[in-house]
């Protein structure tokens, strides 16, 4: 499972939480992320407020900046 935790008004920290995900599914997810990083940017996106605006994603830092 994949949540957004808060950081202030314009990013969040992305949090892959895995006790509820099988060892494959955690797997898949992580693969997702680290090779496809523009799909996994999509799962993020799904995931904001219907107030804010997709800005940018620090994939090295798992941060998730919007507008």
């Given at each position: 499972?994949?949540?957004?935790?808060?950081?202030?008004?314009?990013?969040?920290?992305?949090?892959?939480?895995?006790?509820?995900?099988?060892?494959?599914?955690?797997?898949?997810?992580?693969?997702?992320?680290?090779?496809?990083p523009?799909?996994?940017?999509?799962?993020?996106?799904?995931?904001?407020?219907?107030?804010?605006?997709?800005?940018?994603?620090?994939?090295?830092n798992?941060?998730?900046?919007?507008?």
């Amino acid at each position: 499972m994949i949540t957004l935790q808060p950081i202030d008004n314009s990013s969040y920290k992305v949090v892959i939480q895995s006790d509820d995900l099988t060892e494959e599914e955690r797997t898949k997810l992580i693969r997702k992320r680290d090779f496809f990083p523009a799909e996994f940017v999509h799962l993020l996106i799904d995931l904001l407020p219907p107030d804010q605006t997709f800005d940018s994603y620090d994939h090295y830092n798992m941060t998730l900046y919007v507008t």
